[in-house]
């Protein structure tokens, strides 16, 4: 028997490509889509009843009992505010309607629908989120690769933690961010939560929390392949069976791309060429799943990549891998346990040079060769008590080893050898209770005590040739942190949420910060291994407000937050040849401002969103150097504003349109090297050929205007336009 039936929205209108999840009392059946009527079937083989679940992008899920034999006319409201969900907010699933925090949610839709190349790209449409430098992942160095939101970001190291299903992605070591990791093809949806997050993710959740979550439905082929000028040619795979209670998942991604020119034409010298990258990667994923609430997960993951920095001389590579596992166990006792466990490795090589004044010549200062391993575990516990408390409790360690090893070169000759490195290792506990006061109100408060020490620093200086080896043992040093946080929640009307939050978070300096040094054009950037640990303290007040049948939505939050002893590159000593500076502990800076976004449906075919950010962050005190205070930190702008356009025809084709714009910044602690503000404008348009296929094509910075994304002193460009065309296959679009 054939269980069948029609999806349509409250006017009438089918819902094409809605996903279909049936369930039986012994667990799930595949899951379809509905056809362009609206229409779908399956078959449920013995079972004559059972459940099942509509989702698609806009509407607000629904639930159905079904029976054999007798069709379903299901109807789709659309979705509002309160309807999506988020899993990072709370370390748990939690409808965004209950959530005081901060979230946007990217879903498999809104992914596809962007012109962008890669994640971090994407990502530019938050208001509010930045990179170090402006220039993204397709060419930039990784050490570059940091992202920040809301302004707390004065330097490389990432303010923001990034995770994949729950398992870090910043790099241990460094605490950039590979963005290449993780194939488009294989995600489900990407999550962003803002405000200091230590009290559930504990150090490097200083200004937020970054999760992209994967796909999960099996049987299922996913791929995207595109290719464009500058040499750019980029593929990425999902593929995923099931049988019986065990899925296996593949996921990997490769691009390569000549890259461009990073210097103004005008002062472009013989030396000079393009930055361009290579990377792959790929995961293999096994679950085992014994109920609906029983599941456990293992993954292998490697990734590898190497690039041009625009100099012969100039050139890193990565090799990394992984293995991770874990899984969830909801029981109606006990409550719910999510476990995670990590374990990789890294090598990571780069070279330095420094290049003449008329750039027709450059000589070899450093090869660094950074070899690191990391660890960790976390496990998290939920419970229901009673009608008004939700409790959870969890317990999170890590653990990384690294160092850096450098060949110092002078004259083109090596002359001695550098290794400076340690360990790293932290413990923490956290708590939190959400607890309904009435129907309308929801307060949580919650706690994270954590302890993270460094230890078994070192530097050992060899000299190649005369001269004995000379050693500095650097003293243990750690520190225990509280990160409270209470936030509330109140639902003032039917559409209308208002929300307030306080909270304190921290930040350990990553290993990179206290032992490497590195140079990026005539800019030396030392390590300090005196670093200490980062702490914000910030409140928020925001209010969320969506229309009837969720046709528009509305958000404004308003914060203020100040971090002690931020960590900063400072600028020591300027000359002709070099500029050479250190990082330090600021002091105090303090970052404010105000983030809108809003989204609207105009009928069933257009969508627009729009969204700002202000960010006033600046530096309030530092004795050391009192000449700062007052400066702006470095990489902030301002103003950030985006927007996007989207038109469907799901029978004929599909437009989007985005854009953002930034005003100026600055790359130094001084400011007195600025970056003009900039605007950049991408598109993309899709044609269906078939239920399974489009046909696409991008581009990227289509005004074609180039800008600064850095000054080191000489002025390095971002990105030129870039056209892409491609095909996309999704064998769940039936």
């Not at 049936?22 to 509905?34: K, M, N, Q």
């Not at 930045?130 to 920040?148: D, I, K, M």
């Amino acid at each position: 028997m054939i269980v069948s039936g029609v999806v349509r929205d409250t006017a009438g209108a089918p819902v094409a490509s809605a996903g279909v999840l049936p369930r039986t009392a012994s667990g799930p059946l595949p899951a379809t889509l509905t056809a362009a009527d609206g229409s779908f079937s399956f078959d449920p083989g013995p079972t004559a009843t059972g459940r099942l679940r509509i989702r698609v992008p806009g509407f607000a899920d629904a639930e159905y009992h079904w029976s054999v034999g007798e069709p379903l006319i299901i109807v789709l409201s659309l979705a509002r505010l309160a309807d999506d969900v988020t899993v990072t907010a709370s370390r748990e699933e939690a409808r965004l309607g209950d959530t005081a925090a901060r979230v946007v949610v990217l879903d498999r839709g809104a992914l596809q629908a962007t012109p962008a190349l890669t994640v971090d790209d994407v990502l530019r449409q938050v208001p509010g989120f930045s990179l170090f430098r402006r220039s993204g992942s397709r060419v930039a160095n990784p050490t570059a690769q940091g992202a920040s939101l809301r302004g707390v970001g004065p330097s490389g190291a990432s303010r923001t933690l990034a995770l994949l299903d729950g398992v870090p992605l910043n790099d241990a070591f460094g605490g950039w961010i590979y963005w290449s990791r993780l194939p488009r093809a294989a995600l489900e949806r990407i999550e962003v939560v803002e405000g200091g997050l230590s009290d559930l993710y504990g150090s490097a959740a200083l200004g937020g929390v970054i999760q992209a979550l994967s796909r999960t439905d099996a049987p299922a082929l996913a791929l995207e392949a595109s290719g464009g000028n500058e040499g750019t040619a980029a593929a990425s795979i999902y593929a995923a069976g099931r049988r019986g209670d065990w899925a296996a998942r593949v996921a990997g991604e490769a691009l390569a791309t000549d890259g461009y020119g990073l210097v103004p034409s005008g002062r472009r010298g013989i030396v000079d060429a393009a930055a361009g990258a290579r990377h792959w990667s790929g995961s293999l994923t096994l679950e085992r799943e014994w109920s609906p609430d029983a599941r456990a997960f293992l993954r292998g993951s490697l990734f590898g990549e190497s690039r041009t920095n625009g100099t012969p001389l100039q050139v890193n590579d990565t090799a990394w891998r992984e293995l991770s596992g874990g899984g969830e166990w909801r029981t109606r006792g006990a409550g719910a346990f999510t476990f995670r466990a990590r374990h990789g490795g890294e090598t990571y090589h780069q070279t330095f040079s420094a290049v003449s004044a008329d750039r027709a010549s450059e000589s070899l200062t450093r090869r660094q060769r950074v070899p690191s391993t990391a660890g960790g575990f976390s496990l998290h516990w939920s419970r229901q008590a009673g009608a008004r408390h939700t409790l959870a409790l969890g317990i999170d360690g890590s653990q990384v080893r690294g160092r850096s090893d450098e060949t110092v070169v002078t004259g083109g000759q090596a002359t001695s050898l550098v290794s400076a490195g340690g360990r790293e290792w932290g413990l923490a506990v956290f708590g939190s209770d959400r607890i309904a006061l009435g129907s309308r109100a929801l307060l949580t408060l919650g706690a994270r005590l954590d302890h993270w020490s460094e230890r078994a620093g070192a530097l050992v200086t060899t000299p190649l040739g005369s001269g004995a080896a000379s050693s500095t043992v650097y003293p243990d040093h750690g520190s225990t942190i509280v990160s409270p946080r209470a936030s509330l929640l109140w639902h003032a009307t039917v559409r209308l949420r208002l929300t307030a939050a306080a909270y304190a978070a921290f930040r350990a300096p990553t290993l990179n910060e206290l032992y490497r040094s590195f140079r990026v054009g005539d800019v030396l950037t030392l390590a300090n291994p005196a670093l200490t640990a980062e702490r914000l303290r910030g409140g928020e007040a925001g209010a969320a407000w969506s229309a009837r049948e969720g046709g528009l939505r509305a958000r404004a939050v308003a914060y203020v937050a100040e971090i002690e002893d931020p960590v900063a590159n400072v600028t020591l000593r300027t000359t002709a040849q070099l500029v050479t500076r250190e990082r330090r502990n600021l002091g105090r800076a303090r970052t404010r401002g105000v983030e809108l976004d809003a989204e609207a449906r105009l009928g069933r075919r257009w969508r627009g969103t729009l969204g700002y950010a202000l960010v006033d962050a600046a530096v309030a005190r530092f004795p050391a150097s009192p000449e700062i205070e007052g400066k702006r930190l470095p990489q902030t702008p301002r103003h950030q504003l985006t927007f996007g356009i989207g038109y469907r025809q799901p029978r004929l084709c599909a437009l989007d349109v985005q854009g953002r714009a930034s005003s100026r910044q600055f790359e130094d602690d001084q400011n007195r090297l600025p970056l003009d503000g900039y605007f950049a404008l991408d598109a993309q348009a899709s044609r269906p050929l078939g239920r399974r296929f489009d046909v696409f094509a991008a581009v990227e910075n289509a005004t074609g205007r180039r800008y600064a994304v850095g000054l080191t002193p000489i002025p390095t460009l971002g990105p030129p336009r870039l056209f892409r065309i491609g095909i996309r296959l999704d064998s769940s679009r039936r």
